[in-house]
């Protein structure tokens, strides 16, 4: 018993202790043909392993290694799915066990696959593979669970989380067996019953297991909803934690009595969109980015996640709010990323440019008189003094080279893929001259950055005149246009361009 203890986690995961107990998975951990068992946590060595198995098309394998025998597997094994899989020592000690788990092609074995075995498995695992057997179920069918004692707690765990979904009948009850027939209901109508789970209602210790196993079955776009008594949040950074930025995590009520949250899984590959890329597809949730000063434009390439950790920024908050960005009307807006890269190149200069030109002067005349006038009592002044002349600076070369040599360049570009004269030779790439502009944003970034902490995001102290509030209202929307400018060059124009570049070659 003291083996199977070890392979087999008695203990449930906590919220408290799951992101620092799992181990990321490693090439080394999981392989397409190999589990290094003694590389996972033993919290998730159940799972892992049997998930693995699950995956199994007719006729695959996979090799289990461990440290010791892992007989109760083959136990477990038997008692959940009979003899649809085959188990096949390849090293049996003292310091190595190495197994063959196969799936057998389909035969004659659904009979013992309709029956599960409670007395054969340890308790440790006795909630999981039941539950596992069950979200295994199609509509319509059903299995056998045998039993040395009434399992009726097991039926209102049933009930609290899936409701009616699921039949429960009693084809034996005692004195020595209980056999009960769990059949899964015909599916009502697709949206005629929203996905809850009343957490308040399960036991502490098969919460997180039970929350886990209702995300798993989840088809990618459908959503799972919890109800509890208090902020789940924990949850949240479990889920990321083990499973990393594939689901959606919206707050439907926030107290005081009840936390509704729905989760969505996420379609593959929409968690990894860079905030450059959620600016290009909704400008509105620029906005988002904006208030919580995460630079959507030269920080573009990082995820919310990632760039929410940097800046220690509670990551729920600001992706619920880009939720609510999404039912936001706004003018804003504009399909830029539909545009012909000519007619953006000229939309920069005819809109960005000109409110530089006409805007930078009158910014550094009162950045310069604002630091006369009260720099002694808010030193801080003296130092957004210098960020404007520097700004100023960096802007003026920058328009320059765009309007002499980028957009010219892209103009030819585009001019060429159109059947037109072949693009001027240059001494570098498009897309070599592309990094150094980009490194230019970085630095104007970084400028914009400062103000806006030296400024404590624009925030004109009490004694502050009317020069001083004009100074940082034209701070404030000078960030908001320049943030604008790089985000185009940065995620649209260029990465376009050096895109059309390639292919002219």
Known sequence: MQVLSYFYSPLPITFATATSSIRPYTMETLTPNIIDATQLAPAVKHSTIFARIAELQDGQSFILHNDHDPKPLYYQLQAEYGNTYSWEYLEEGPEWWKVRIGKRTQGSNRADMNI??????????????????????????????????????????????????????????GPEWWKVKIAKRATMLSGASENILDVTKLEPRVKHSTIFERYHVLNEGTSLTIH?????????????????????WEYLEEGPEWWKVKITKRISGEGDETLGEIAVKDLRKAEVFKKYGLDFSCGGKKTVKEACAEKGLDVTKVEQELQRADKVQSTLALPYNDWSLEFLA??????????????????????????????????????IHRLVEAVNAELIDHMAEEVQTLFPWIKQL?????????????????????????????????????????????????DGCASYTLLYRMLSELETDVRLHIHLENNILFPKATELERSLK
């Open 116 to 173: 599960l075995d409670a007395t054969q498995l340890a308790p440790p695992v006795k909630h999981s593979t039941i539950f596992a057997r069950i979200a295994e179920l199609k509509d319509g069918e059903s299995f056998m669970l045998h039993n040395d004692h009434d399992p009726k707690p097991l039926h209102y765990h049933l009930q609290a989380e899936y409701g009616d979904t699921y039949s429960w009948e009693y084809v034996e009850e």
């Open 228 to 248: 509890n008594d208090h902020d789940p949040k924990p949850l949240y950074y479990q889920m990321l934690g083990e499973l990393g930025n594939v689901f959606i």
């Open 346 to 383: 000229d939309f920069i200069v005819n809109t960005h440019h000109s409110y530089l030109l006409k805007n930078l002067p009158d910014i550094r005349k009162y950045a310069e008189k604002v630091m006369q006038v009260h720099g002694q009592r808010h030193p801080e002044l003296n130092e």
């Open 414 to 462: 585009v001019a060429a893929k159109s059947g037109g004269p072949a693009v001027a030779q240059h001494p570098t790439t498009f897309g070599e001259k592309v990094k150094a502009v980009q490194s230019e944003h970085v630095t104007i970034g970084k400028h914009l950055e400062a103000l806006r902490a030296n400024s404590k995001g624009y925030t004109v102290p009490s």
